[in-house]
């Protein structure tokens, strides 16, 4: 399993997304690494990781992961840990297995409720050129990824396209399912839930806020205005903001 480390500090942990890499999070790192030793995976079957057999689900991967982690940092060492999207939900189980402080969760995956209408996702993999492909790649990034088209700049299409084509996971049935809140319970970590106001895969996060609030899961909502699924690279300052607050804040002042 691939990790990059950046900084120096106590540990915080940023896991990517479903057809995503350690990318996910270029935007946020530089921004976290002064107060910390920020650790970004590639999750097993993701990136320059190594794949997982096939057909493997949840299991192994969050075992080869928390055996990695722990290895890295000491499995009695209290990370802070924040997850985008699939990324979400394997940031929320890791926290009902390990020491964690506090979580972010930005876009998670796992929330059991509605999504937006958005145009079908292009099959890329059928796409009979590379630059065919590619188009396929950057359409799906503009219509899924992001709400201003426009904000799909050379560093978020080359994220994206290296970050689908080396996945090896499925993970989409996963983060379909409703099991972040009872994660969220089981896990007692403060968490901080951010989503982009746009965000296709959330068409109600507001409500999810609410029943974790009526199950007395103690948590922070942020709905970031301007902002697609990929909230934390679309709308990088006000997410950074948010997460040097959440994670920083006055424990470390």
């Not at 921004?31 to 299991?59: C, F, H, K, Q």
């Not at 099959?123 to 426009?150: C, G, I, Q, T, V």
């Not at 690279?233 to 920083?248: G, H, M, P, T």
Request: glycine fraction near 10%; include cysteine.
């Amino acid at each position: 399993m691939q990790w990059r480390r950046f900084g120096s500090g106590a540990p915080l942990v940023l896991v990517h997304g479903g057809h995503g890499n350690w990318t996910h999070w270029i935007r946020n790192v530089e921004a976290l690494m002064d107060r910390r030793t920020v650790w970004v995976p590639d999750l097993p079957g993701y990136g320059d990781s190594d794949a997982l057999p096939p057909d493997a689900g949840i299991e192994p991967l969050l075992a080869a992961t928390l055996e990695s982690l722990d290895g890295l940092v000491g499995a009695r060492t209290s990370v802070d840990l924040a997850g985008f999207s699939f990324g979400g939900m394997v940031a929320a189980t890791l926290a009902c297995r390990r020491p964690v402080n506090r979580l972010a969760l930005a876009g998670s995956a796992g929330h059991g409720g509605p999504r937006r209408p958005h145009p079908e996702l292009l099959n890329w993999k059928k796409a009979d050129s590379a630059a065919e492909r590619s188009r396929r790649l950057a359409a799906n990034l503009r219509s899924f990824m992001l709400y201003d088209p426009a904000r799909a700049d050379a560093v978020a299409l080359a994220s994206y396209e290296d970050a689908c084509t080396h996945t090896r996971f499925h993970s989409r049935g996963i983060s379909l399912t409703s099991d972040l809140a009872a994660r969220l319970r089981e896990s007692g970590a403060e968490a901080l839930l951010i989503w982009g106001a746009e965000d296709v895969t959330a068409a109600e996060p507001e409500t999810f806020s609410a029943a974790l609030n009526a199950q007395g899961v103690k948590h922070v909502f942020a709905r970031i205005p301007d902002a697609g699924h990929w909230v934390q690279y679309e709308q990088a300052d006000a997410v950074n903001a948010l997460l040097r607050d959440w994670f920083f804040g006055a424990r470390d002042a």
